[in-house]
């Protein structure tokens, strides 16, 4: 790919952080599309980031717009719009409103840049980007979402501050849909190369995984006005990178998985190779017992959301 035209829809907390990630990575030309109710907003932060460009020494083209024509034949388009959940709230609760706000972007989406790698990153996500798959009808590769890069980051953040060592040397994988019964993978996690379990007691290591499953609710009790967006958004630019730049990433992906895992046709987070077409290859692994059933639980959550949702837009 040239350079790369990037549209991120929704120029709220994670649109705009994923903005200037994406800008200050220089991955390509950035629009930054909001509602029209949203007045001026995306245009002046647009020109906001790029006032910050000789500072900080990018050559990305941002701007603001409230019309899907300044976003036609983007290459890549990242969804962020719909309501954030606040303290008490589970991302499920954001069901209804947020599939009828993905719909009609993919409504657009699918009409104006009908060759795009669509990102999806609203919530509850593994059923928005269900509804983003519907509603394009794109070739699933080319339909996925973000969630599992964000998790993990959170996960490798609590290891390296339990074991006072470097995040870069914490490798590891999280699976399973974005929920609270998503599936931190002890079995494939390790620092330095060592694996974990050599490092850290287990009572010490249940207690990080379940901190890692609880990360979004921690966010959202401690900013009180909504949810994460500075974790979201570096994870989301991650994999616009890995599309723009075709690097092959192996990193947990929200991909469509049919045969793959048993799972039926459905969006959950498993490793996949991310490059220039999108989600080239889901890697299959073998899971434990202990992780299949986790696994196994985490999809039937998903499915049942995806039922709940069908339902809903067969009504509206
Ligand atoms: N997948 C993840 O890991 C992850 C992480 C963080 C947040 N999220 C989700 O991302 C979404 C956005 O969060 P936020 O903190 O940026 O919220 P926010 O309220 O700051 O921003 C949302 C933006 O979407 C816009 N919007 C609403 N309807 C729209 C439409 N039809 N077209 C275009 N724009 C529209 C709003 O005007 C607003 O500017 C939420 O659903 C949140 O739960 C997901
Ligand atoms: O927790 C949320 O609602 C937002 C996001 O899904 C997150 O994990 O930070």
Redesign the pocket.
Known sequence: MGRAKITI???????ATCAHWCAAAELGDIVL???P??GDMPKGKALDLMQSSPIMGFDSNIVGATDYAASANSDVVVI??????KPGMS?DD?LAT?AK?VG??AEQVKATSPNAIVIV???P?DAMVQRALQVTGFPPARVF???GV?DTARYRTFLAMELGVSVEDVSALLMGG?GDTMVPMPSCTSVGGIPIRRLLAEDKLQAIVQRARDG?AEIVSLLKT????YA?AA?TAQMVEAIVRDKKRIIPVAAYCDKEYGVGGYYVGVPAILGAKGVEKIVELELDPEERKAFDHSVSAVKSLVATMNELMSKA
């Open positions: 829809v929704g120029a709220g907390n994670v649109g599309l909001d509602i109710a949203a962020t719009a719909g309501i954030p959940r991302r954001l947020n706000i009609s972007v990153v609203s919530n996500l979402g973000q969630a964000l974005h979004g909504g949810s994460a967006y979201p994870a």
